[in-house]
């Protein structure tokens, strides 16, 4: 299983940017997905995850109600989409997929099996 992320780039602080993971695999259908964020001299925290079916999502607290996180099982894809950005957003974004087809949407690293090679976000003021 292979996660390719894109996306990424620099806008200014109010702006918008929409990340794509594509997952080559057969269960991507099967699989919970997430957003993970490393900014520099930082640990890697949890930003956004959708369960296999896209029915159950969870943010952090500081991305409630700017980002969405959504998928597309046909086309193996996952998104995020990142409005109201602000220069604390600044990060890697990693996005993650794990092997659990759950019925509630995973927060820890340590929970996901497979990882992207990150797209750089970029948020000026």
């Known amino acids: 299983v292979q996660l390719q992320a894109s996306g990424g780039g620099l806008t200014q602080a109010g702006g918008s940017l929409r990340l794509s993971c594509v997952v080559s695999g057969p269960t991507f259908s099967a699989s919970g997905m997430a957003w993970f964020r490393q900014a520099p001299g930082k640990e890697r925290e949890f930003v956004a995850c959708?369960?296999?079916?896209?029915?159950?999502?969870d943010y952090r607290d500081s991305v409630k109600g700017r980002f969405t996180v959504s998928r597309d099982n046909a086309k193996k894809t996952g998104y995020l989409q990142m409005n109201t950005l602000k220069p604390e957003d600044t990060a890697v974004y990693y996005c993650?997929?794990?092997?659990?087809?759950?019925?509630?949407?995973?927060?820890?690293?340590?929970?996901?099996?497979?990882w992207g090679q990150g797209t750089q976000v970029t948020v000026s003021s």
């Open positions: 993650a997929a794990n092997r659990w087809r759950d019925s509630v949407c995973r927060i820890n690293t340590y929970e996901y099996d497979y």
């Open positions: 959708t369960n296999w079916s896209g029915r159950m999502t």
